[in-house]
């Protein structure tokens, strides 16, 4: 290419807002996610979480997305960062507590459940993710240390 040249190159890029790339980048996320795609959604929603390190919404889909592909280590991690800056999210506690326990950490996983059961006690689906996880530990001890 010449150096006069200004082909393959636009001047509007320089200009375009970021924040565009990672609304758009969550909304396909968003969609992907909605459609039954989780890894490829949870690739977008990585890329607008990089740029938008703070933004809970971001965060919450991306770690959303993890779980439901799989990776429920790095979906804990995710979901911690918001229970850490927002210790109120209930919803929060729930996904922290739903990938605790897939990753067999059922202890740590009763605690954070019972945090979202105890904030949204009119969430069935809180108490039901509580009482499993539960079932589980009791199950797990030594016959003479049931109660």
């Known amino acids: 290419m010449s150096e006069g040249s200004s082909a393959g190159w636009d001047s509007r890029s ?3 807002d970021p924040g565009q790339d990672v609304h758009a ?3 396909r996320g968003m969609e992907l996610l909605g459609n039954g795609s989780p890894a490829a959604a949870a ?3 990585e890329r607008a979480c990089a740029a938008e390190p703070a933004s809970r919404s971001v965060r919450e889909a991306l770690a959303r997305a993890q779980f439901d592909a799989g990776q429920y280590a ?3 991690d995710n979901f911690r960062v918001i229970v850490e800056a927002s210790p109120s ?3 929060a506690h729930f996904g ?3 990938s605790l326990a897939r990753t067999g950490n059922h202890e740590a996983a009763a605690e954070y459940l019972a945090l979202a059961a ?3 006690p009119d969430a069935p689906h809180y108490t039901d993710a509580l009482r499993q996880v539960r079932a589980t530990l009791a199950a797990r001890k030594p ?3 049931r109660e």
Do not use: F, P, S, V
Request: charged residues 35%.
């Open 25 to 27: 980048w969550y909304k």
């Open 96 to 98: 922290l507590g739903l």
């Open 143 to 145: 016959e003479g240390n």
């Open 74 to 76: 790095t979906a804990a």
């Open 43 to 45: 690739q977008l929603l």
């Open 89 to 91: 999210d209930d919803y």
């Open 14 to 16: 320089e200009e375009k």
């Open 118 to 120: 105890a904030m949204r």
